[in-house]
């Protein structure tokens, strides 16, 4: 949970990555990219969030903290050049929600 809005800087910029997936008229599954850049605030990952996450499989890599407003649920996202997974998400009840991310490798 964050400690102090008032000190976040939300400077950062991420990508929120939407996939939608359709069929064309053969059947064929095609997937469709919508990106959306958004300022963030990046926040340290707790000892317990990080064992959490570890005892799950999961290394965890980075909290990033967005306008709730701005979230639809994507739970892919760049930052900073790399690839993330969404891996768990608290919506905070002052309208912002923090995004646990662990690195993304290949397509998961």
Excluded: H, W
């Excluded at 910029?13 to 469709?32: M, R, S």
């Excluded at 990106?35 to 980075?62: H, L």
């Excluded at 709730?68 to 900073?80: G, R, V």
Aim: aromatic fraction near 12%; proline fraction near 3%; include cysteine.
């Amino acid at each position: 949970m964050i400690s102090s809005k008032n000190s976040l800087s939300f400077m950062n910029i991420c990508t929120l990555i939407d996939i939608e997936t359709t069929e064309n008229e053969y059947g064929v599954p095609t997937e469709t990219e919508t990106k959306t850049d958004v300022f963030c605030a990046e926040i340290p990952i707790t000892s317990n969030e990080f064992f959490k996450a570890r005892d799950s499989g999961i290394k965890t890599q980075k909290c990033l903290v967005v306008n709730s407003d701005e979230y639809n649920e994507q739970t892919l996202i760049e930052y900073e050049g790399k690839p993330y997974s969404v891996y768990r998400v608290y919506a905070n009840t002052d309208g912002y929600t923090e995004l646990y991310c662990a690195e993304r490798i290949g397509n998961g």
